[in-house]
């Protein structure tokens, strides 16, 4: 019952059905890796599995931990344990890293439950370190004017201090240069272990050498048309999308 | 304070309305060694007062604005204070704990005065009550009282202020010398009916440098009152003046805030405006770079809800070259409230070499709130940096998306946005005290049940 | 008839453009309705025309009400007072019927139209065109094939005859009477314009075009133009415009009405190049209903005084309605544009980008009105107001309001004034440009993104007018 679980997941965008059929099961503990060239519907699943209302499940099924999160809240999906490391992630001007990372783990105390400023901080603190991420930035408006490295920085960060069971990562290599990359992909393999299973969207085989996956799978028009060990990524960089494709194309 | 004694002390005196010449006659008496300058200054004023039109819906500088409840007929100066008025305004008068100076103001009379440290005093400071520095520093005054108001629409007000005006705060900081700390001036309006003119003139001499807060009160929740006040502020060569006005009259206040400011060769003045009381206030801000390499920013935020409306006016004008002025006006608005803005970007033939910018951001947060924004430049040099941006709408769909997505409720992610909003003003606020008091009066203002029910918005 | 050119000839140091359309034919005319304006000048009007009971009565209670308005000075250039309405001729016109086929248009006035060149590109891109001089068509034609599917485009003249029961019903809906004083003197003295109706369905592929041309000293025209696109039709019409240089004042006040009906699509083309001896006060609004489009392309380069400001009532649901505006304003001259966007539905977007060129000591202004009411919701508007000033004593304003309330709404309003670089210009000559040729290339890379927006034909005409104007702007 620990596992992400999607079963024959149709999303429409605008009305235009982007995922067909896509069933996949992620167990907890797990890494896998969704691949897929541009376009295929990679982020539209991400989004939509986040409850982004812009996006339209019209059949199949998802569950967290057994938990349906079709019939949920953005909120509610996010506090049943489901982390979604965005692609852009906004600009919240006004909003501190701060006072936001709080504001998100005071909502998942119960109501007569205060958080403790002087341990939140050190753990802040901690994992800011960890990242790479000058302590200054606490004060800083959430990813406002920010590089992208330093945003993948900060969604990283957040989803080391809200403790997900599971994370979606899309694309979080995108716009990364090899640096930031290394921080961020040890980073994510340091809260790799039973307790987090991860979704690792991404287009590159690139973040793969980092982050190394327990299973990969292709994506393509929608579904997952192959799935295998780590070893299909590496195929996958020699040969591109178009073999995939082809095979598609042949089947 | 009781209600019952200011209705016999009114009664009992028979005030007459500010707008009757009984009215004025009266304050000119009341002036204790008014010298004769000030009585013809304000017997002229008197005079425009009764000679200029009310503003119309017609007006063009009232466009969008309601014109149909600005009668002065049902207010009078107000004379004696009770004791309980006075101790009520004192007991308000702690927003600011550490300043250099301070004034507390009763229906524009002086109730409490913290002075200036005696080294201040002696190297030529002055912080000092209008009523008295007319008399002790008459030649000082008399050059820069009433020389520039803003004239944006209001002249009528702006004439009866410079008629009926008695008090307010006078600071002159002389040259080179540089105040940390604020000075906080209190301006409490008291009883039904009453009138205030608070008046402000900070007169900063080349190179100083000083900080003034006002802040503007009721001491009662209920009472029918017309404040107008006027804030000047002239900074001379190289000086460096903030200035931050709180407006937080009670509801059933109809208030207008004339204020101007004048930079001379390299001045930076920043001024920051927190409109959250009356029932329909107009703001006016004129600001003139009059000096090459000025710097202005001028900074605003209003709250209105239930049916406030909060009707903003402003000018930029550059005359001298290479200046910088920037303008930044943010309304959230909620229930039924209004806002407009309307400012304008003059720069003048000679002004080339200018940067001026002007943001008007509004936030609504109900569908039956209207924000209005007449945004206009009027451009006469040619190289210029010059923009301005008005948007209206609701919080962002992708923002709250992102907060919702870490698990945060709604009403806590629209309350961070809404907060987060404001913050691009509380920011220059350079004080920690005013912005906890704020927080906490526009926290309170947020959560009284509007009609929809919801306490952020209505979505 | 034999004709006499009387052409001026000219020593200004910028020789522009306009004097393409600087020449003039002898006064000859049939029917004057003399100097001045009164009932009798309306009762004259409408006579010559033998107009019904109805019109007149429309035209004598306009009259009352241009009488009764103000000169709006309180908000708009004081310049508006220099106008002498008593001094204005209202009505010439030599009597002809707007003849099908060039070859029955009288010699001068042919030769007038062909000096501007417009018979060639009826040849070459066009799908209707009808010529006015002065007061009344002269020519009026349109490709058969429109005809037989029921396109009907004729001058407002013989529309009101022809076609009442089409044109009563929209005739003054958009835009009544009373709505500005220059409606209304329209409305009281107006002749000629451009009537059109496309049937449902219709599309009409290439442009129908009218050119307006003042011919006679001291004139007023006032044409008035009713398209109307039925359920899913679509049209481009375009307007050309000249006068010669006179001495005095002309004035030109138009009214153009629009009514895209559900679905329909008009987009409605302008290039303004009055001599700037001309007051060009012209009133311009279309109502779009359910899905329905209203583009303006509004182009002002000549003109003494220009104040317009093309709007659209967004009626029905998802209605859009769009403005993109070019104004050069250069000595003795004010270019006053700009747009109204008026929400009255809800999911309606309006879309507005307005960019002027001040040179010399011209100056532009921009006025803009958006308004979203409040039961309205999901309602965008996005403004964009660019500014370019080229001369140290060039001029620009900016004056838009913009009032919003209901759900879900949101407007955008950013304008931005500045110069050409002198890196730019000095990047240019390096490369072995004349400063006017590196100003020219400026100027027009500011308004390239709009200009692409026309049809091919008129974006290179109005490139060479931006040329034309830039020469001895600089130096």
């Not at chain 2, 927003?95 to 507390?104: F, P, Q, W």
Request: glycine share 8%; with cysteine; hydrophobic share 35%.
């Amino acid at each position: 019952m620990s596992s992400l679980d999607i079963r024959n997941l149709e999303i429409h965008v605008e009305g235009k059905p982007i995922v067909k059929d896509f069933t996949l099961n992620v167990p907890k503990g797990e890494v896998h890796a969704l691949m897929g060239p541009n376009g295929s519907g990679k982020s539209t699943l991400a989004k939509a599995l986040a409850g982004h209302e812009d996006y339209q499940i019209v059949a199949g099924e998802a569950s967290l931990n057994g938990q349906n999160i079709l019939k949920m809240e953005v909120d509610e999906i996010a506090r049943a344990g489901l982390f979604m490391a965005f692609q852009y992630p906004s600009e919240i001007p006004g909003v501190s890293i701060a006072n936001f990372i709080r504001a998100a783990l005071t909502a998942r105390l119960a109501d007569n439950e205060e958080l403790d400023a002087a341990r939140y901080y050190r753990r802040l603190y901690e994992k800011m370190d960890l990242l790479k991420i000058d302590r200054k930035f606490t004060a800083r408006s959430v990813n406002e004017g920010f590089s992208g490295g330093e945003k993948k920085r900060c969604e990283i960060l957040q989803m080391a201090m809200l403790q997900p069971h599971f994370a979606i990562m899309d694309e979080t290599d995108s716009g990364l240069d090899i640096d930031a990359l290394k921080i961020v992909s040890h980073g994510v393999n340091t809260m790799r272990g039973p307790d987090l299973g991860i979704l690792l969207i991404t287009h590159y085989q690139r973040l793969l050498d980092y982050i190394v996956p327990d299973k990969v799978h292709v994506m393509w028009d929608g579904r997952i048309v192959r799935s295998g060990g780590k070893e299909l990524a590496l195929e996958l960089e020699e040969k591109g999308y178009d073999w995939v494709k082809e095979e598609v194309a042949v089947v | 304070m009781s209600n019952a004694s200011t209705l016999e002390r009114v009664s009992a005196k028979a005030a007459k309305s500010i707008t009757s010449s009984e009215a004025f006659q009266n304050h000119l008496e009341s002036l204790e060694n008014a010298p004769k300058w000030l009585i013809d200054l304000k017997t002229e004023q008197w005079e425009q007062f009764s000679s200029l039109p009310m503003p119309t819906p017609k007006s063009e500088a009232w466009r969008f604005a309601r014109t149909g409840n600005l009668s002065l007929d049902k207010y009078q100066l107000s004379s004696d204070l009770t004791p309980s008025e006075i101790e009520d305004a004192q007991k308000n008068s702690h927003l600011i704990e550490s300043y250099s100076g301070k004034m507390v103001f009763a229906n524009d009379q002086l109730v409490e005065k913290k002075e200036a440290t005696a080294s201040l005093s002696q190297a030529g400071l002055i912080w000092a009550p209008l009523a008295k520095a007319i008399n002790e520093h008459g030649s000082l005054l008399r050059k820069f009282l009433l020389t520039f108001t803003p004239d944006l629409g209001s002249e009528k007000f702006q004439a009866l202020h410079g008629a009926l005006f008695s008090n307010g705060s006078f600071l002159y900081v002389p040259v080179g010398m540089e105040v940390t700390l604020p000075f906080v001036a209190y301006h409490e309006i008291c009883g039904h009916g009453a009138a205030v003119f608070p008046h402000t003139l900070i007169i900063a001499d080349a190179g100083a440098k000083v900080h003034l807060v006002d802040i503007f009160q009721s001491t009662g929740a209920n009472t029918k009152n017309f404040a107008c006040g006027m804030a000047s502020i002239f900074a001379g060569a190289g000086a460096q003046v903030s200035y931050q006005a709180i407006q937080e009259w009670n509801l059933e206040t109809l208030s207008f805030h004339l204020n101007s400011v004048s930079a001379e060769r390299d001045a930076d003045v920043q001024t920051v405006t927190v409109n959250l009381g009356s029932h329909q206030t107009r703001s006016e801000q004129h600001t003139c770079l009059s000096g090459p390499g000025s710097n202005v920013d001028n900074f605003s935020l209003s709250v209105p809800t239930g049916n406030q409306e909060v009707d903003q006016r402003t000018l930029q004008t550059h005359k001298a070259p290479s200046c910088r002025s920037n303008m930044l006006y943010k309304n959230a608005l909620m229930d039924d409230s209004r806002t407009i803005f309307s400012g304008l970007i003059k720069v003048e033939e000679s002004a080339q070499q200018t940067d001026a910018y002007q943001t008007n951001r509004n936030l609504l947060l109900n569908g039956s709130a209207e924000a209005n924004s007449l945004p206009g430049l009027e451009i006469l040099a040619n190289d210029v940096k010059c923009s301005h941006g008005a948007t209206t709408g609701e919080l962002d769909k992708e923002q709250l998306y992102y907060l919702l997505a870490r698990g945060i409720t709604r009403k806590k992610a629209e309350e961070l946005l809404v907060f987060g909003f404001f913050e691009e003003v509380f920011s220059h606020l350079e004080n920690d005290e005013l912005r906890e008091h704020l927080n906490s009066w526009i926290g309170k203002k947020f959560h009284v049940d509007p009609p929809t029910g919801n306490p952020v918005t209505n979505s | 008839m034999p004709a006499t050119i009387e052409q001026e000839t000219t020593n200004h140091s910028i020789d522009f453009d306009r004097e393409v359309g600087n020449f003039k034919y002898k006064e000859d005319y049939s029917y004057d309705a003399g100097t001045g304006l009164n009932e009798d000048t309306v009762r004259y009007i409408s006579g010559v025309k033998d107009e019904d009971e109805w019109i007149l009565n429309f035209r004598l209670k306009a009259l009352k009400v241009f009488e009764s308005k103000p000169t709006p000075t309180h908000w708009a250039s004081k310049d508006l007072e220099s106008i002498d309405y008593s001094k204005i001729r209202y009505y010439l016109s030599k009597g002809q019927q707007p003849s099908r086929s060039w070859d029955e248009v009288p010699d001068d006035v042919k030769e007038t139209f062909e000096r501007l060149g417009i018979p060639e590109q009826e040849r070459k891109f066009l799908a209707g065109v009808e010529a006015q001089f002065d007061s009344e068509a002269a020519y009026s034609n349109m490709k058969a094939r429109l005809a037989e599917e029921g396109v009907i485009f004729v001058g407002s003249t013989e529309g009101l005859k022809e076609h009442p029961e089409i044109f009563r019903k929209f005739f003054g809906k958009v835009i009544p009477t009373g709505d500005n004083k220059f409606s209304a003197l329209n409305s009281a003295v107006f002749s000629g314009g451009s009537f059109i109706y496309v049937p449902p369905g219709v599309h009409v592929k290439q442009p129908l075009q009218a050119y307006f041309r003042i011919n006679a000293e001291n004139f007023g025209q006032f044409e008035r133009t009713l398209i109307i696109a039925d359920e899913g039709a679509e049209v481009t019409y375009m307007e050309g415009c000249t006068a010669p240089k006179f001495e005095t004042t002309t004035l030109h006040s138009a009214v153009v009405e629009l009514v895209a009906l559900k679905g329909a699509r008009i987009q409605y083309i302008t290039v303004q190049n009055w001599s700037e001896n001309v007051f060009n006060l012209v009133t311009k609004r279309g109502m779009a209903m359910e899905d329905a489009t209203i583009k303006w392309i509004d182009c002002n380069i000549g003109s003494r005084l220009t104040m317009k400001y093309p709007g659209v009532i967004l009626k029905g649901r998802r209605a859009r309605g769009e403005v993109l505006s070019i104004a050069l304003a250069n000595n003795g001259q004010h270019q006053d544009t700009g747009a109204k966007m008026i929400h009255a539905a809800d999911d309606t977007t309006s879309n507005i980008i307005a960019k002027s060129i001040s040179v010399g000591q011209g100056r532009s202004t921009y006025r803009g009105l958006v308004q979203i009411p409040k039961h309205l919701k999901n309602c965008k508007n996005n403004t964009e107001c660019d500014a370019l000033l080229i001369n140290t004593n060039s001029r620009t304003d900016t004056y838009p309001a913009i009032n919003v309330r209901g759900n879900r709404n949101s407007v955008q309003h950013e304008a931005s004034v500045s110069k050409v670089s002198t890196e730019q210009i000095f990047y240019m000559q390096q490369r072995g440009l004349s400063e006017a040729q590196a100003m020219s290339l400026a100027v027009n890379g500011f308004v390239n993104d709009l200009i692409r927006e026309f049809p091919m034909e008129y974006s290179v005409e109005l490139k060479r007018l931006i040329d034309l104007q830039m020469e001895g702007s600089v130096g």
